[in-house]
């Protein structure tokens, strides 16, 4: 399958009557009770050489716990892709069997999925229809046109930069939760990301809001403009393989389950018609991919876990699928994680980590196509930009590289890695037009410790660290950081090769718990964030600077949210 930012713009309205060309029958009209089933099948978007289509049915006859729609074309179109049912072709003919979550089609139900194609000359409309056998009444009135492969993409189409012309959904949960704190309203209707760490979440934990849920309130948060939904997808086997606060609940060797019980149900919901409308942000696993490069064996800073998950490629197989499935749906646009400048900004560790993402991206039937970007820093506190000090910078006959804050990285901060790692992307056959995100949820670093010039020339150690913004101990240090304050506030096209900055991680949420606390969501405790913890190789053996008191990962932490609207910068006004 061949899908690029630009070339692919379709929707997926499948209700009757929508735009594209449709074939359906009034299931409530005339002879109604005698039609054993209807199809509503839709050229949704076509140009020259491909189209994608959909396909809505409903049945009128018994319940059923599977089923298999079969039709032929008359001409030469040949499915090279499909979600939400297993499409096979065999010359004209096409048989659509239910995908294993979707096969319960009761009486008056209906069930859909899609695919994309290709085709030359022209794409005429199947005459005949059969659900099990039985032929399917089909609309008297026939087809109307297919859509012009000229028109320009109408609302919901996928487009260059979703967030461009957009509004962002904003979580009402995470929003009633920033109002009730003291000066919470300030930011309380800032958009943030909805992660999705596990399978119940998808449903919703303990009377939450389950994905479905949060999409509705996006529909109504939408009203007649364009809106962007962003969701983290966040569950691979083994996951977090260095960190063990943010450890999941499926084990290393569980990708079946990754497969049939979170992605597929994640896909299916994604690709219901009636969000059609929505432009819908997946942040791919945070915390993976990278983890294959910098924490495997020959490193230092190995772990057999990490070990563990590249010798099984579970990995690279789970983002892959997640990619290619999530990319089948044409309102969904890929943000692939890549890590942060102090992760990732050295020479080992970045053209390494390019080539992983590309392996992924090209997995479990995934092309680099399925990749609308990649997002940087999530989670994490690394700043948006120094301007007190350049990574070209000599001072005191030594390079800024040298000092012990950069410690030969080739970056200093978020954006400048972030434009750079697009670069590389592009070169080793990421899409042109791909984009990158930044999450400046955590990341402004105010407040009076603020540094307002650079540091003394002393020593290069002095430059740096009297003028850095960053005011953590060490860049490897990650939970629940002391000091920290919010950044950029969410907004489109920032700067040249930026698809936006975001509240991807939503502020006030913890990173990890500073005491071992017992629970059931497969979080366990991880010294990092202990605040008494002096360290480990991968943040070269410095105290923790952990906040206190701190509760699971994903809870809400009253005294960081606290910290980080006093410590904002901008500040809030």
């Known amino acids: 399958m061949t899908r690029t930012r630009t070339a692919?713009?379709?929707a997926t309205a499948l209700v009757a009557g929508a735009t594209g060309t449709a074939f359906a029958v009034d299931p409530g009209g005339v002879g109604a009770a005698a039609v054993p089933c209807t199809v509503d099948y839709q050229v949704q978007n076509q140009w020259n050489t491909g189209f994608t289509a959909s396909v809505t049915i409903t049945n009128h006859s018994a319940a059923k716990s599977s089923w298999a729609l079969k039709w032929s074309y008359a001409g030469n179109q040949r499915i090279t892709s499909g979600w939400n049912a297993k499409v096979t072709q065999s010359g004209a003919d096409v048989t659509a069997a239910n995908e294993s979550y979707n096969g319960a089609l009761a009486t008056g139900g209906s069930v859909s999925f899609?695919?994309?194609g290709s085709y030359s000359g022209t794409n005429a409309i199947p005459a005949t229809f059969t659900l099990d056998g039985v032929t399917c009444n089909v609309d008297s009135g026939g087809p109307t046109d297919p859509p012009d492969p000229t028109d320009p993409p109408g609302p919901g189409d996928r487009v260059d930069n979703p967030y461009s012309g957009a509004k962002v959904y904003?979580?009402?949960e995470w929003s009633a939760k920033a109002a009730a704190e003291p000066g919470g309203d300030r930011i309380a209707d800032q958009p943030t990301g909805v992660w999705l760490d596990r399978i119940a979440a998808i449903n919703g934990v303990n009377g939450g809001m389950g994905l479905r849920d949060h999409l509705d309130a996006a529909l109504e948060q939408k009203g007649s403009g364009e809106l962007v939904v962003q969701l983290v997808i966040y569950n691979l086997p083994g996951r977090d393989c260095a960190a063990l606060a943010s450890n999941g609940e499926l084990g290393p060797t569980e990708i079946d389950r990754y497969k049939t019980e979170y992605i597929d149900p994640i896909a299916a919901i994604l690709a219901d018609p009636k969000y059609a409308g929505l432009r819908i942000v997946t942040t791919v696993e945070i915390d993976s991919l990278p983890n294959l490069v910098t924490n495997v064996?020959?490193?230092p800073t190995a772990?057999?876990?990490?070990?563990t998950m590249k010798a099984n490629g579970n990995y690279v197989k789970g983002v892959g699928y997640a990619l290619n499935k999530l990319g089948d749906v044409p309102n969904v646009y890929n943000y692939v994680d890549a890590g942060h400048h102090g992760w990732l900004g050295w020479d080992d560790n970045f053209g390494a980590s390019a080539q992983m993402f590309?392996?992924?991206?090209t997995a479990e039937g995934a092309t680099v196509n399925d990749v609308h970007g990649f997002i940087a820093n999530t989670a994490n506190y690394s700043a948006l930009k120094e301007d007190h000090f350049k990574i070209t910078d000599t001072v005191a006959g030594k390079s800024v590289r040298e000092s012990k804050w950069v410690d030969w990285n080739r970056y200093v901060d978020e954006l400048s890695y972030a434009q750079a790692l697009r670069a590389e992307l592009v070169r080793i056959g990421f899409d042109s037009g791909i984009g990158m995100l930044i999450d400046t949820s955590r990341n402004?670093?105010?407040?009076?410790?603020?540094?307002?010039?650079?540091?003394?020339?002393?020593?290069v150690d002095t430059y740096v660290d009297g003028g850095r913004y960053d005011r953590r101990i060490h860049l490897g240090n990650w939970c629940n950081q002391s000091g920290a304050g919010l950044g950029e506030r969410p907004q489109a096209a920032p700067e040249p090769g930026i698809d936006a900055y975001v509240w991807m991680k939503p502020p006030g949420e913890s990173d990890g718990s500073s005491k071992p606390i017992d629970n059931d969501e497969g979080k366990g405790f991880d010294r990092m964030c202990d605040p008494t913890y002096t360290g480990n190789p991968r943040n070269n053996n410095n105290m923790s600077g952990a906040l206190p008191d701190a509760p699971l990962s994903g809870h809400w932490f009253s005294a960081q949210f606290q910290q980080l609207m006093r410590n904002a910068y901008p500040p809030l006004s």
């Open 114 to 116: 899609g695919f994309q």
């Open 303 to 307: 772990t057999p876990n990490c070990d």
């Open 170 to 172: 904003v979580n009402p």
């Open 297 to 299: 064996t020959p490193r």
């Open 8 to 10: 692919l713009l379709a």
């Open 444 to 459: 402004g670093w105010g407040g009076t410790a603020r540094p307002t010039g650079p540091g003394a020339t002393t020593s």
């Open 358 to 361: 590309k392996q992924a991206a």
